[in-house]
């Protein structure tokens, strides 16, 4: 994965908040990403409901109860990233995004003028969706090399399998992928990233873990085994299922 584009670009770019380089960057990383590519099918009705509230001002009016207290999130964000850095707000809009496909539930009149619309769901999650899965679910944990730690949280679909992982222990810089090996001992990749240099969860590193959604088509009792490797063809990390 490019190491300037970051899984969280999929808010920014569900609401065509990308500059055009990163746009650009973040589509290349879309045909790559099964993840990505279902996280941007949820966040896509969200877009939707947006659509039309006006533009991020950096000095808003007040606003009225409802999709203007998103408004207001969005655009605070923007104000506040803007005295830091170029890159964070992006990555603020972004969560910001998540924050209400996840966490809070859009009423259906939304944007359609009804005084009566709200948005409900007081105590939102702060997690991301790969976290919020994980958290929610039983995680199988699993055998790591060099201080590496994490698990699967698993969950059967028509399609499939999808899986949430959590990685910690690990230093950067690294490419890495997880992959389902099957009981007959065929290999699939389920999704791939970077670690950058500070790494997770190791001295100095800004985040405790890392947390990635990954989808395989096999079904679960297909599966022996899955893998967290290097683009080197180190293994980090087995769970077996």
């Not at 966040?43 to 039309?52: E, N, P, R």
């Not at 000095?59 to 969005?74: A, K, M, R, Y």
């Not at 395989?216 to 290097?230: A, L, M, N, R, Y």
Request: one cysteine or more.
């Amino acid at each position: 994965m490019n190491a300037r584009v970051e899984h969280t670009d999929v808010g920014a770019y569900a609401l065509g908040l990308l500059e055009d380089d990163d746009r650009l960057a973040f589509e290349e990383h879309l045909s790559l990403c099964p993840a990505c590519r279902e996280e941007l099918t949820e966040l896509s009705g969200v877009a939707i409901a947006l659509t039309g509230m006006g533009p991020v001002e950096e000095d808003p009016p007040p606003s009225h109860q409802g999709e203007g207290e998103v408004i207001d999130l969005l655009r605070r964000k923007r104000a506040a990233d803007r005295r830091t850095r170029r890159g964070t707000f992006v990555i603020g809009v972004a969560a910001a995004v998540t924050l209400v496909a996840g966490g809070l539930a859009i009423g259906t009149q939304l944007g359609s003028g009804d005084p009566g619309a709200v948005i409900a769901g007081e105590h939102a999650s702060h997690l991301g969706p790969a976290e919020q899965f994980y958290a929610d679910g039983t995680p199988i944990n699993g055998t790591g090399v060099g201080g590496v730690t994490g698990g699967l949280v698993l969950e059967s679909k028509a399609w499939g399998t999808h899986a949430a992982l959590k990685l910690s222990g690990i230093k950067g810089p690294l490419e890495c992928e997880l992959v389902a090996v099957s009981k007959s001992g065929e290999r699939k990749s389920m999704t791939g990233w970077s670690v950058p240099p500070s790494g997770y969860g190791v001295p100095g590193a800004p985040e405790p873990a890392l947390f990635m959604h990954g989808g395989s088509p096999w079904q679960i009792d297909q599966i022996d085994k899955f893998e967290v490797t290097t683009s080197t063809g180190k293994t980090l990390l087995t769970v077996d299922i």
